[in-house]
């Protein structure tokens, strides 16, 4: 199945110029205890969704705000035909249901004032080559705003995983989600390494004089990830992030205004990426889809620049094909994080689902630099309407870039 799968990327596209990644297998991910608890969107959800004509979407990242927790979803259809009625690039829900183990019920939506439907919150071109969507790739409330990283997707390819994108950037609502203001002064380029984000969930309140840390990954699910991170009070100032750029001689963070000298944290392949503080581990985790190996993984770490654990594999799919996303949040845990719930989505039903892992069997491990995974390189050269692919396999111990 994997080499099938390395014959179809290479084989069913061509790209100008050229492209590369390496890709770090998570052959040896563990499997951990979890569970399927409830479909959270969709006809056969908990909650009636043809209220709102939601009849497919996925994704579902959770935050909270004013006493609610709310549900960001992606491209969202209506109950039409197929990927084609009432499309709308995000929508979101919100909960008071604090008790996952059931299942998680959605009070409301943002709806359209006329419609009645679940509402687009940030607008896109809808066109292919030009901007085909806006997807959420992280959210979180602070100072009474509500903050939503996205990525403007300029082309999906059919083979899952691979997209294009012109740029990431921040999109803003002052009034608890009715609207959102996309931020034109803020643009990470498309074809860099901060497009997809998650913000480091620290598992308490915030105060004014804290960094916002996000991980991060290019457009696709098929790179490395990346750290950086800004003051609260400078969200949405570009010019105040900085980039993690690998460590000192003591071993310190050192870190750089500019995101081009980004070192990795922990090597692909990475996408849909969630992060939170575990009490119960006193490690902090990232929950991620591992597109190789076509799984959902956990990784550990005492610093949020490493050194990262080994990937452990929670799900794949083998037991839900074409699953990918696992969206966490700090109050969605059980005995301080001994369990976690999280949203995953399944793509052959198109809709969220409400999981958990148990991660007793992770107390005791001590987080070390990933060595002995098997790794591929690909390089694409292409001309004159044809393409040429290179493989080069290896196994070795390797170090990463990282603290």
């Known amino acids: 199945v994997f080499f099938s799968f390395l014959y179809l990327l290479v084989s069913s596209f061509i790209f100008s110029g050229s492209f590369s990644f390496q890709v770090v297998s998570s052959s040896r991910a563990s499997s951990l205890s979890h569970q399927l608890h409830a479909q959270l969107t969709g006809v056969s959800a908990l909650n009636d969704t043809s209220l709102v004509d939601v009849k497919g979407t996925d994704l579902g990242l959770i935050f909270a705000h004013q006493g609610h927790h709310f549900f960001v979803f992606g491209d969202t259809f209506g109950f039409g035909s197929g990927f084609a009625s009432n499309w709308r690039s995000n929508t979101m829900a919100y909960s008071v249901d604090s008790d996952p183990s059931d299942g998680i019920l959605l009070r409301g939506w943002i709806t359209d004032p006329l ?4 509402s687009e919150l940030i607008s896109s071109l809808k066109v292919d080559y030009l901007e ?3 997807i959420p790739t992280t959210a979180f409330s602070y100072d009474d705003k509500m903050f939503i990283y996205y990525m403007s997707v300029k082309h999906w390819y059919e083979t899952g995983g691979l997209w294009d994108c012109n740029n990431a950037s921040i999109a803003v609502s002052i009034d608890n989600g009715k609207t959102f203001t996309k931020m034109a002064n803020i643009s990470w380029p498309g074809d860099g390494n901060f497009v ?3 913000w480091a969930q620290p598992g308490s309140l915030l105060s004014s004089n804290e960094y916002l ?8 699910r098929f790179k490395a990830c990346y750290l950086c991170r800004v003051p609260f009070t400078a969200i949405l100032n570009q010019f105040s ?4 750029s690998g460590l000192d001689p003591s071993g310190a963070p050192q870190w750089s205004s500019s995101f081009t000298a980004a070192h990795s944290i922990f090597p692909a392949p990475v996408g849909e990426l969630s992060v939170m503080w575990n009490a119960y581990l006193q490690k902090w985790t990232v929950f991620y889809t591992d597109n190789v190996m076509l799984s959902i993984n956990i990784r550990l770490a005492d610093h949020l620049w490493g050194p990262w654990s080994k990937p452990y594999k929670i ?5 839900y094909p074409s699953l990918y996303g696992s969206f966490v949040h700090p109050d969605f845990v059980e005995n301080n994080g001994e369990r976690v719930y999280f949203i995953m989505s399944i793509f052959s039903v198109y809709n969220s689902f409400v999981m958990s892992v148990n991660l007793s069997s992770l107390k005791n491990i ?8 098997s790794s591929l390189s690909i390089l694409l050269f292409t001309g004159s309407g044809f393409s040429v692919a290179v493989l080069f396999f290896s196994r070795k111990s390797q170090r990463h870039r990282q603290p």
């Open 196 to 198: 997809q984000f998650g």
């Open 115 to 118: 419609s009645h439907n679940a």
């Open 315 to 319: 799900v794949d799919a083998s037991e």
């Open 213 to 220: 840390y996000l991980l991060a990954t290019p457009a696709g």
């Open 366 to 373: 001590t987080p070390t630099s990933s060595t002995g995974f």
């Open 241 to 244: 992030y900085e980039y993690f």
């Open 132 to 134: 085909m969507t806006c």
